[in-house]
């Protein structure tokens, strides 16, 4: 197995506070700047996986930049720099409590709702008569409030993150209207790519100087749902499973070992096999993504590189 990151514990110049997420960990300097680390950490069901996958962090992270760079022209973002595979560092923000999760299609956490018969998510309505999968006719925002670790998102609706405070009217206009945008452009760049981008989420937080600006990660597998386009129609009609390219693939297997996060469950058990197959497909979910080769870090000693990296850009 190849050296992986599971937890990290950097002392940087400045530093303040660390705060560790389902899969990244974030390094305030001096409440000015970010330095965020993608771990290889697996988080499916809002649990955390007991192992790590190989070279995860680096494809997160490495999307994510990417992404960010292809749509700062409509949404400005975070970023400062990208000074290792799996760090980036950017401005401090201030994040707002709510995922904006958008979905063109009814797939996923929508389709597992609509199936139990509810025609309402997030206070959007869904449509009589679709099957999985299928295209809403416009695509819908059912926002999420951000969990703490542990615990599980919960679906939103718009008029209740405004009436109970968590985001101003004004302000959640403008993350409704950069999240449209931002999956326009995530739309576009999917095609390109022979891809369909079927759902998403965004997060967004305010700098210091009070600019809403995107955050967090964008169009990566682990944010994102994404279908193969050639045979969607096809395989619609004929009422087959979409052939997908997300994070998805981990859900369904560990649905099929009893494991959906409920009380009570047990994480199957992950075979060093399992492991570097899910590897393998996160792989091919970053060279599907971006159209470009995957290349390898240097995974001999993570920690002192990552460290060599960032004191790096941090004494220029």
């Known amino acids: 197995m190849s050296n992986t990151i599971n937890n990290t514990a950097f002392n940087f110049p400045n530093q303040k506070s660390v705060y560790k997420g389902k899969v990244r960990e974030v390094y305030n300097l001096n409440d000015e700047i970010l330095v965020m680390i993608a771990s290889d950490r697996l988080s499916a069901f809002d649990v955390v996986m007991p192992k ?60 597992r709702e609509y199936k139990l ?11 009589d008569g679709m099957q999985e999968n299928d295209k809403f006719r416009e ?9 703490e670790e542990g615990d599980h998102d919960e679906d939103i609706s ?18 409704e209207n950069y999240t449209k945008a931002l999956f326009k452009r995530g739309t576009e760049i999917a095609a390109s790519r022979g891809l369909i981008l079927v759902d998403t989420k965004y997060e967004f937080g305010k700098t210091k100087e ?19 386009a050639e045979g969607y129609e096809e395989r619609q009609q004929k009422g087959e499973a979409q052939k997908q390219l997300s994070k998805e693939f981990v859900r369904q297997w560990l649905i099929a070992n009893n494991f959906q996060g ?11 096999e399992k492991i570097n197959e899910i590897s393998e497909r996160y792989i091919e979910l970053y060279e599907n993504i971006t159209g470009e080769s995957f290349v390898k870090s240097d995974v001999s000693d ?9 004191l790096g850009f941090l004494n220029k």
């Open 52 to 111: 790590q996958i190989p070279f995860k962090g680096q494809i997160l992270n490495q999307i994510a930049s990417k992404m960010m760079e292809a749509t700062k022209d409509i949404v400005p973002n975070w970023i400062i720099a990208i000074p290792d595979p799996n760090v980036a560092i950017g401005y401090m923000c201030t994040p707002f409590k709510v995922e904006m999760v958008i979905r063109g299609y009814m797939s996923g956490h929508a389709a």
């Open 117 to 127: 018969g509810k025609r309402l998510l997030c206070g959007v309505s869904m449509p």
């Open 139 to 147: 695509p819908i925002i059912t926002p999420a409030t951000k969990a």
């Open 158 to 175: 718009k008029e209740d993150i405004i009436s109970r405070g968590i985001v101003s009217k004004e302000d959640y206009e403008i993350l």
């Open 210 to 228: 009070g600019k809403i600006v995107l955050i967090d990660e964008i169009h990566t597998p682990d944010s994102s749902r994404y279908f193969y």
């Open 262 to 272: 409920l009380e009570g469950q047990t994480v199957p058990e992950m075979t060093d």
């Open 302 to 310: 993570i920690m002192s590189r990552i460290e060599k990296n960032v």
